[in-house]
């Protein structure tokens, strides 16, 4: 029964090859795959321009999704897990939060220009605004929705404030506070690419590669790096289960 | 001796909802008492109040004299739900009272196995609460409460989502464990014959608001008998007190 469903995926890659060779598709709109598969051996190996290897183009595009999110967990865990708590915390920023959420963050790619200069902290700061809402929001409603007999519970066994915060809230708030960095993961990683589009210093990044290669017309390596963007966000999300299911073993 | 006194006069306005009126009841150290009472008569409120986790509008909570105003380590509270913490172990859950004491690790693992044991729950002390029966997650949570020492033990409906059978055996179980330690215990129920097998004195209370309408001494010896005469005359008596308070 397995195989069924790689029937149609690899009818569809047939009929395309063919329809590319007989020549109804132009490849300069939509190259066949096997095009596009020398053209990620050329990303590979000859880079995208050239000696600008794919390999160092994922691993900025990375260093600056890792940036920005690593500044959104620090920031939106915290500031989630306190809002969480208190009812008036929550009142006194969640509407200013609630003002800024509905901005996307490309958007902001003028002014974090016009901040930060071409580079790294503007990327980041694009990233780190696409990250920020879904970690904080998740970790909120995390917080919130723990069972109120949980708290009672540790009370009854005389719990201050304190051992409540640390060993009920964070702890309970954990599997939602995962889905929002998984959320948010995904969304910083779409918005890398898009941040890219308009300009890196270093010369580097899978976005600016497609849009290189878009300036000099190959096709076939645009489609092979779109596909590489997909497939790492992919391998991102995978990695975010896996280490999910091995720290929340109680589910 | 433990004088376990509770004195409420008290008017609890929720909502302007009155939820028990004038309950007063005394407590002698080392007895088993059982609070019967139609659902939702507010008999978790009461066991809260008595928690300390919930104020009274009126009237005091005495325990040896003092006042209890507010949560205590000596009274301790197990609940109907278990309300385990699903992200600990067996043993890490028994435990978290000792923990929150400030207890060093060797010593409160020491005697959290030793609890483990006692409690049956031997090859289940790394396993989380989802992993296990409703029978044993309650003697997870009668363990977390009972490794504290309180000086009362309060019960909320503990056993009432479990089946029959195991239900049974948790009674023994929790009665055998009574007359090991001589923990002075308050036990919530609305199951009659649970009170009658468990219970040296048995509070019937009113639909809401709750008052105490009578109070039975169970006389009968122990090892009890569920099925014996004496058990079923006074049974019956709070049956057919109860019967007056149905839920309309």
């Known amino acids: 029964m397995k195989f069924e469903r790689y029937i149609l995926p690899v009818f569809l890659l047939f009929l395309w090859q063919l329809l590319s060779y007989v020549g109804v598709i132009p490849s300069y709109l939509l190259p066949s795959p096997i095009r596009i598969i020398f053209g990620f051996k050329d990303l590979m190996f000859v880079g995208m321009p050239p000696e600008h290897l794919l390999y160092d183009h994922a691993r900025y595009s990375l260093y600056r999704v890792a940036y920005g999110f690593g500044i959104a967990c620090l920031v ?57 809402f879904p970690i904080l929001l998740n970790t909120i409603s995390g917080v919130v929705a723990i069972n109120p007999i949980f708290l009672d519970a540790a009370r009854s066994l005389n719990a201050k404030e304190k051992d409540i915060f640390f060993k009920v809230l964070i702890p309970g708030s954990i599997p939602s506070i995962f889905l929002g960095m998984r959320i948010g993961m995904g969304i910083g990683w779409m918005t890398l690419v898009a941040a890219e589009f308009t300009g890196v210093k270093e010369g580097y990044g899978l976005g600016y590669m497609i849009m290189t290669a878009r300036d000099i017309q190959r096709p076939d390596e645009i489609i092979a790096g779109m596909l590489v963007i997909g497939i790492i966000g992919l391998f991102i999300n995978w990695a975010f289960g896996a280490l999910e299911s091995k720290i929340v073993r109680w589910r | 001796m433990i004088n376990v006194c509770k004195t ?52 005091r909570v005495l325990l040896d004299g003092f006042e209890i105003a507010s949560q205590t380590d000596k009274v301790g509270l197990v609940f109907q739900e278990y309300a385990l913490f699903p992200w600990r172990t067996t043993l890490q859950n028994i435990v978290i009272g000792l923990e929150i004491m400030g207890v060093n690790k060797k010593e409160r693992l020491a005697a959290g196995m030793e609890y483990v044991n006692m409690f049956g729950l031997k090859g289940f002390e790394n396993r989380y609460p989802c992993e296990l029966s409703g029978g044993m997650q309650q003697r997870v949570a009668i363990a977390r409460t009972l490794i504290m ?41 609305h199951n009659v014959d649970e009170a009658v097998f468990l219970s040296d004195e048995i509070l019937v209370l009113s639909k ?41």
């Open chain 2, 208 to 248: 809401r608001p709750a008052r105490i309408i009578t109070r039975f001494q169970v006389d009968c010896p122990r090892p009890r008998d569920r099925t014996s005469v004496e058990c079923n005359i006074i049974r019956r008596e709070i049956l057919s007190t109860l019967r007056g308070e149905r839920v309309d």
């Open chain 1, 76 to 132: 939106g865990i915290p500031l989630g897990l306190i809002m969480g708590w208190s009812e008036r915390i929550r009142a006194l920023i969640g509407p200013l939060i609630e003002l800024v959420r509905p901005i996307p963050p490309l958007a902001w790619i003028p002014i974090a220009i016009l901040w930060f200069g071409i580079g790294i902290k503007s990327a980041a700061f694009i990233i780190f605004l696409g990250t920020f």
């Open chain 2, 149 to 189: 020492g309180p000086k009362v033990v309060l019960m909320d409906e503990p056993f009432g989502s479990l089946d029959s059978q195991t239900r049974n055996d948790l009674q023994e179980f929790l009665l055998d464990l009574w007359q090991k330690r001589q923990d002075t215990v308050l036990f919530v129920t």
């Open chain 2, 8 to 59: 409420f006069s008290l008017d609890r306005e929720k909502h302007g909802l009155e939820v028990l009126v004038d309950i007063s009841c005394r407590i002698e150290e080392g007895e088993f008492v059982s609070l019967v009472g139609p659902s939702g008569c507010g008999k978790t409120t009461l066991l809260k109040i008595i928690a300390g986790l919930e104020r009274a509008t009126r009237g």
